[in-house]
Structure formats: C-alpha cells, structure tokens
C-alpha cells in the first residue's frame, strides 16, 4: 500500500467549554486538566455525509486520480444516523465512483482496520485504487446532561487514496472482549411479542477510568510489540499518529515508548474526540502542513469499544 492523497472536513461550528456550561454543571478547568480539550467541531446546519464527501474529494484530488478510478471504498463509521444503507454507499454515489462499498463498524480504533483490510485488498490484487475513509459524528451519540461523556467529542472526517505499493510495513490488531467499559445500544423498536422489562436503553455506557487503563496499556504493548517485529526504535518514527481521545492517553502512550513529545503530534485540545475520524484528520494536517515527507516512517494507533486496538507502521 501507499498513501497518494488525504483529505479531511470539520463543521464550522467551534464550541468553547465554557459554552457547555450553558447544558450541564462544568468548567473549563476541569475539561482541560482531565482530558486537554479546549475547543471541539459540532455540526449544526451540515450531515455527516457532507464532511465526508468533502474529505473523499479532497483526498481524490490530492492524489491526482478521477473517482472513476476508485475500486473499493473502505469506509469506517459507528455514528451514522443511517442503521442501512452503508455510509460508503451514500459517499460513492456523492463523489461519482462506481465501484463496490464496504463500512466497517470497529468503533474508534475502526481506521486502523480499514487500512490493513485496504492493504490485504491490494496484496491480493483484488483492487488498485482505493479511498479508505473513517467520518463520525459521536455528538449525536451523548446523552445531552450526562457531563461526563458530552464533554470529550467533535464530529468529523478524514480520507486517504491508497494504490500499490511498498509502504505498509505490518500492522497489529487485538481484540480483548470487555463489552463494559464501553458501549451504547441502539433504540430498537418494539413488538407486540415483547416481553414486559426488555426495553433497552441506548445511552452511552462508559467507564472513563477503566478505559484510560486500558488505552494506554493495550496501545503502549501493541506498538512495542509491532516495533520489536520490524527491528524499530522509538527514534526511527517520525510520529506516533495516535487516536486522539484525551491528552493524558497520548501522553501516557508517549511516555510508555520512551517517545518525545514532537513525535505524538495531536488535534484533541482543537477538534476533541472525532471517534475513528481523528487519526486521518491528524494525518491530514500534517501532511498539509509540510511536516511529513515521502519516506517518513509513522505509527498509527487507535483504541476503543470491544476493546480493541489496532496498530500499523507506514512508511510515508
Ligand atoms: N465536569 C465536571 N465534573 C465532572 C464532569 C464534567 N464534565 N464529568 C464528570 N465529572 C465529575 C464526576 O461526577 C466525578 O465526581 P465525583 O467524584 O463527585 O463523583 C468526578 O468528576 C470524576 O472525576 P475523576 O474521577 O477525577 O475523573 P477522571 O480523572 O477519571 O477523568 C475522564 C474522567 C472521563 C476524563 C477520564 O476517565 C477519561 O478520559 N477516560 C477515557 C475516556 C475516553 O477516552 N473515552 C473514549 C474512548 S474511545
């Protein structure tokens, strides 16, 4: 695999914490000391499929190639409002490609894993062209009074174009099932059948210090592991492209490689928890901002509800 294009969208919407004052009792001080957020994106007048086709289009055109060139669309997504038909499918007909579609439901570590399901497509010469996109937006998903959840997430999308090449060096995904710490049920709807006490709510359940625990240490082993299999140091990374969750994860991972704080560059003190979207968004600025260059080696890892992890070194 390698890395031809990249785009990304936000919603223009910029909310303060001290603007969430206004819906629960917080403070910007406590926001900031547990988790680095300043500022997030939340949409107002724009759909998520307006971020994500945009993100498509600019990472099409960063590449250089014609939407008809497509031949897969990988799309990670949980936050859809759409149960069915797939987010890929409603992006493909938006930005005119024609080829088949898949999402992938892997919560945020999801862009790693539609990156090496991208990458195994290539390998096995079943594509040559493809858009590997992750668009989320898991403000709808909070419970609008539950502080503790609303504070940490910001909608957004991000896209690669990816074709043959050398530039995947491995990857490492784990799963260890541990279904409460973190999950959110969807609203079904009832039947005449239904059994009185079956309903089943659908806020989201999160227990944040159980999570923080098992980020830092399922992210820290899991690259370690992966350096240790290519014969890599910390030193030979340009940067961590970690998922951006909460500041002190990040740092926690850093600190867990022995990494310097230039190398885990991060969005969520701007853009909070964009879900699967916030490594591609990260990747992005970078690489429009002239930081990464052609060669670079970079480490993306994310981690989320399962709980999964997933990590893979690309060489830029
Ligand atoms: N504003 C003010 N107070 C809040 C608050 C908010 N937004 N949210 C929770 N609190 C309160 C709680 O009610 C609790 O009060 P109590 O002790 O009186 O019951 C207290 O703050 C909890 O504080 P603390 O235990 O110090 O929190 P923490 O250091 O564990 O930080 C998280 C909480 C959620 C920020 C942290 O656990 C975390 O980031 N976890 C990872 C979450 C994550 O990344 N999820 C997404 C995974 S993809």
């Known amino acids: 695999m390698k890395i031809i294009g990249t785009g990304s969208a936000l919603p223009k919407k910029v909310v303060t914490n001290d603007m969430l004052k206004e819906f629960f009792d917080t ?3 406590w926001i900031r000391t547990r988790t680095g957020i300043e500022t997030r994106r939340i949409m107002t007048d724009e759909c998520l499929l307006d971020l994500a086709t945009t993100a498509c289009k600019r990472a099409i055109e960063a590449a250089g190639i014609c939407p008809e060139e497509l031949d897969y669309i990988v799309c990670s997504n ?8 797939t987010l890929s499918s409603m992006v493909q007909g938006a930005i005119g490609a024609t080829c088949p579609c898949i ?9 790693v894993y539609a990156l090496d399901v991208a990458d195994m497509y290539l390998q096995t010469r079943r594509a040559n062209k493809i858009l590997v996109l992750a668009a989320e937006e898991p ?3 909070c419970h609008w009074e539950q502080r503790e ?4 997430f910001g909608d957004g999308a991000g896209a690669v174009v990816v074709e043959k090449g050398d530039g ?11 279904t409460e710490v973190l999950y959110q049920r969807k609203r079904l709807e009832s039947t005449p059948f239904e059994v009185e006490g079956t309903y089943i709510d659908h806020i989201m359940v999160m227990n944040g210090r159980e999570v923080f625990r098992m980020a830092v240490s399922g992210c820290s082993s899991e690259i370690s592991h992966l350096l240790q299999d290519h014969n890599l140091k910390t030193s030979d990374i340009k940067y961590f492209i970690l998922h951006q969750a909460n500041m002190r994860i990040i740092s926690g991972i850093q600190q867990h490689l022995d990494a310097k704080t230039e190398q885990c560059p ?7 928890n ?3 979207a916030s490594m591609v968004i990260l990747f992005d600025e970078l690489v429009r901002a002239n930081k990464i260059q052609r060669g670079d080696l970079l480490v993306f890892s994310g981690f989320g509800a399962g709980f999964t992890t997933g990590s893979c070194i690309v060489r830029y």
């Open 103 to 111: 999402d992938l439901r892997n919560a945020c570590a999801g862009y």
């Open 168 to 178: 995947f060096l491995g990857s490492k995904m784990t799963t260890v099932s541990n």
């Open 274 to 276: 964009t879900s699967s």
């Open 149 to 152: 959840t609303s504070v940490l």
């Open 78 to 85: 949980v936050s859809n409002n759409y149960v069915y038909p």
């Open 27 to 29: 403070s910007d001080e």
């Open 139 to 141: 403000t709808r998903f």
């Open 266 to 272: 991060t969005t969520v003190q701007k853009y909070g």
